[in-house]
């Protein structure tokens, strides 16, 4: 969680983000809580909401689990220069743009 969830996300918050039902979201709290990885606090802004928050551990997971991911982008993108990276993100970004219009022209399409 970035600084806006420093203090927490509300269970709407998060199914919200996930794009999930509350429901479904109360329960992995509920299971992220009973491994010490989240805990639930009460919201200062309503006293009637609880958040969750995050835990040290719940952040040294999340941790471990990019540093795989993290080792393996540095491998692949190894000898590159900050220049190539450059063009890369940005001929990347091009093309995933091309690919969101192709999509919205051929689902316009269908819906004639």
Do not use: Y
Request: with cysteine; charged share 30%; aromatic share 4%.
């Amino acid at each position: 969680m970035g600084a806006a969830g420093d203090d927490g996300l509300s269970i709407g918050e998060l199914a919200q983000s996930a794009g999930v039902s509350s429901r479904n979201v109360t329960g992995l709290v509920d299971t992220l809580e009973k491994d010490g990885l989240v805990r639930r606090v009460q919201d200062p802004r309503d006293r009637r909401s609880v958040l969750a928050r995050i835990t040290p551990d719940g952040r040294a997971w999340i941790e471990a689990f990019r540093k795989p991911s993290q080792l393996a982008m540095a491998a692949i993108f190894r000898g590159f220069s900050p220049e190539e990276l450059t063009s890369l993100r940005h001929l990347c970004l091009r093309l995933a743009d091309n690919q969101q219009r192709l999509a919205e022209h051929l689902s316009a399409q269908e819906a004639r």
